[in-house]
């Protein structure tokens, strides 16, 4: 391991922090560019949701609610199919072009949408926008294993915890300021500049990458990865939907499931060979597999709690869409502040002293939200998510850290990939399940003469009592978690063509993350 030394004649006495600990030269600008462009497209990703009643008034456009709904839904399905191929991506493509493919499309797709003169243009705007989108948190996730020291990975991975807790909840009280001045197409036609500024400065800092032997792509691959993973997300949107033909929602799951098996046969038999479109063998490390489990739960219920509040707050408490936008923002914003911080105590501590209390308060505010009531103030509403998001902020950034850092160096982008992945499926199956409950139930009680609201509330009841139980199983699911070595091993069978096993560790000068660094280079000076 290479050392540091301070120049000769240097008068700075502060303690210089070890070799180990520094960032490659460079490191720091081309994690910040991809934190901010990251920020962007998924402030983007939840602008519309507040947009749906402007864009079926907008005479231009002749849509109703359902139409307008594909507009999340086509964004939803995009984001399932591109995300599990990113970690070929990624093998195949250096950081620099993959980075310039991915915001290039969503510039393209911001521009599409923002002067779209029909909805069909406006739709594939936003499902260029998603291509786009999918590609840029996996390779954040995975230059940030690249490029940061095991001993630094939590405060990083804290602040990335900042920008998907933050930029979701501000998206749509953007969108909301944005609509009470000015057209739905300023939505993106604001962000457009932001993201063209930030696709210049990626273009000028990331470096370009060494050649690479590229990964054979196995073309049968992607679409039974689109048939499975987008399958089973548009199964799960349907549930809880009205007026559809019965036998569309059976038909959706049955192809997102026999497209899913068929999908994971195939990558067993092909990672093998080094050829796997998503490599499975990622599940083979306990740590990964036991932080997926726990994600996945924790997924599935933040979502179904963020689709089941606006409706709680609005259609049975009463309150306007300003109040419900300010009552979720605090909890949002709380869960991405505390990111960093948290992550600076994994660095120090581990995970099992964050992520064990924090499963706790959540499982604490899920019983909670079982006891609202018609009668419940606002502000004991705010302080129950407040209470949610707390228990997040303590449960998410240790999860991403121990995941991926669970993983030998050859199967950061996979794990990445997979981290993803499991983020659209259960955040799809949250939400269908949570609104599933709730509906049936409703329409149960109102059928029976309860007043809509009660009926609602007594059904939203019904949805956190089923999500605190299962929550228990992610709460006994992190008593396996703790810090990884710093340094993994490759598995016996996985080889590199060109230079034999694969190091366990990444050199920290790569910029790359599909390959080692082919050379070491100074530390940064201590800042």
């Known amino acids: 391991m290479q050392t540091h030394t301070e120049p000769a004649g240097s008068s700075d006495t502060r303690p210089a922090r070890p070799a180990s600990d520094r960032l490659a030269p460079g490191?720091?600008?081309?994690?910040?560019?991809?934190?901010?462009?990251?920020?962007?497209?998924?402030?983007?990703?939840?602008?519309?949701?507040?947009?749906?009643?402007?864009?079926?008034?907008?005479?231009?456009?002749?849509?109703?609610?359902?139409?307008?709904?594909?507009?999340?839904?086509?964004?939803?399905?995009?984001?399932?199919?591109?995300?599990?191929?990113?970690?070929?991506?990624?093998?195949?493509?250096?950081?620099?072009?993959?980075?310039?493919?991915?915001?290039?499309?969503?510039?393209?797709?911001?521009?599409?949408?923002?002067?779209?003169?029909?909805?069909?243009?406006?739709?594939?705007?936003?499902?260029?926008?998603?291509?786009?989108?999918?590609?840029?948190?996996?390779?954040?996730?995975?230059?940030?294993?690249?490029?940061?020291?095991?001993?630094?990975?939590g405060a990083f991975m804290g602040t990335i915890s900042l920008v998907m807790s933050v930029a979701p909840a501000l998206g749509p009280t953007l969108?909301?300021?944005?609509?009470?001045?000015?057209?739905?197409?300023?939505?993106?036609?604001?962000?457009?500049?932001?993201?063209v500024v930030m696709l210049l400065i990626g273009w000028r800092t990331l470096r370009r990458g060494?050649?690479?032997?590229?990964?054979?792509?196995?073309?049968?691959?992607?679409?039974?990865?689109?048939?499975?993973?987008?399958?089973?997300?548009?199964?799960?949107?349907?549930?809880?939907?009205?007026?559809?033909?019965?036998?569309?929602?059976?038909?959706?799951?049955?192809?997102?499931?026999?497209?899913?098996?068929?999908?994971?046969?195939?990558?067993?038999?092909?990672?093998?060979?080094?050829?796997?479109?998503?490599?499975?063998?990622?599940?083979?490390?306990?740590?990964?597999?036991?932080?997926?489990?726990?994600?996945?739960?924790?997924?599935?219920?933040?979502?179904?709690?963020?689709?089941?509040?606006?409706?709680?707050?609005?259609?049975?408490?009463?309150?306007?869409?300003?109040?419900?936008?300010?009552?979720t923002l605090p909890g949002a914003l709380l869960t991405g502040l505390l990111g960093p911080v948290v992550g600076n105590l994994y660095d120090?501590?581990?995970?099992?002293?964050?992520?064990?209390?924090?499963?706790?308060?959540?499982?604490?505010?899920?019983v909670l939200y079982t006891q609202l009531q018609v009668t419940t103030p606002w502000w004991v509403v705010l302080l129950m998510q407040m209470v949610l998001s707390l228990g997040f902020a303590f449960t998410f950034p240790p999860l991403f850290t121990v995941s991926l850092g669970s993983l030998p160096h050859h199967l950061y982008g996979h794990g990445s990939a997979m981290v993803g992945t499991v983020q659209q499926v259960a955040g799809a199956a949250g939400t269908a399940a949570f609104v599933t409950i709730m509906a049936t139930r409703q329409a149960q009680l109102v059928a029976e003469g309860v007043a809509r609201g009660d009926a609602l509330l007594e059904g939203a009841r019904i949805a956190f009592t089923g999500a605190a139980a299962l929550w228990v199983l992610g709460v006994i699911a992190t008593l396996w978690l703790r810090k990884p070595a710093d340094a993994v091993p490759a598995e016996p069978d996985h080889r590199d063509p060109a230079t034999g096993p694969l190091p366990a560790a990444p050199e920290p000068a790569a910029a790359t993350p599909a390959e080692p660094a082919a050379r070491s280079v100074p530390a940064e000076p201590a800042p």
Not at 180 to 191: C, D, T
Not at 279 to 285: M, P
Not at 348 to 366: F, H, N, Q, S
């Open 175 to 195: 969108s909301g300021a944005i609509l009470q001045i000015a057209s739905w197409r300023w939505i993106f036609l604001g962000v457009a500049p932001l993201a």
């Open 210 to 327: 060494d050649a690479q032997t590229p990964p054979r792509l196995d073309v049968l691959s992607i679409p039974l990865a689109a048939l499975g993973f987008g399958g089973l997300v548009y199964g799960l949107s349907l549930m809880g939907a009205e007026g559809l033909p019965a036998w569309q929602l059976p038909v959706a799951l049955g192809v997102g499931v026999v497209g899913l098996v068929a999908f994971v046969l195939r990558q067993v038999r092909l990672q093998r060979s080094d050829a796997a479109l998503l490599d499975l063998r990622t599940f083979r490390h306990p740590l990964f597999t036991a932080s997926v489990v726990v994600m996945m739960i924790a997924m599935a219920a933040m979502f179904g709690t963020l689709i089941l509040l606006p409706l709680i707050l609005q259609d049975a408490l009463g309150l306007e869409p300003l109040q419900v936008g300010l009552i």
């Open 27 to 153: 490191g720091a600008i081309i994690i910040a560019t991809l934190l901010v462009s990251a920020f962007v497209v998924i402030l983007n990703e939840t602008a519309m949701n507040v947009a749906i009643s402007t864009l079926v008034e907008d005479p231009q456009l002749g849509i109703d609610e359902r139409a307008a709904q594909w507009l999340t839904t086509a964004f939803m399905l995009t984001m399932a199919v591109v995300i599990p191929t990113t970690g070929w991506l990624m093998a195949r493509f250096s950081t620099r072009t993959l980075y310039i493919a991915a915001m290039g499309s969503f510039v393209l797709g911001t521009l599409i949408a923002g002067i779209a003169p029909s909805f069909a243009l406006l739709l594939l705007g936003r499902v260029v926008q998603a291509s786009g989108t999918a590609i840029v948190f996996p390779l954040l996730m995975t230059t940030v294993m690249q490029l940061v020291p095991p001993a630094r990975r």
């Open 348 to 366: 120090r501590w581990g995970p099992r002293p964050l992520v064990i209390p924090g499963a706790l308060v959540v499982l604490t505010a899920l």
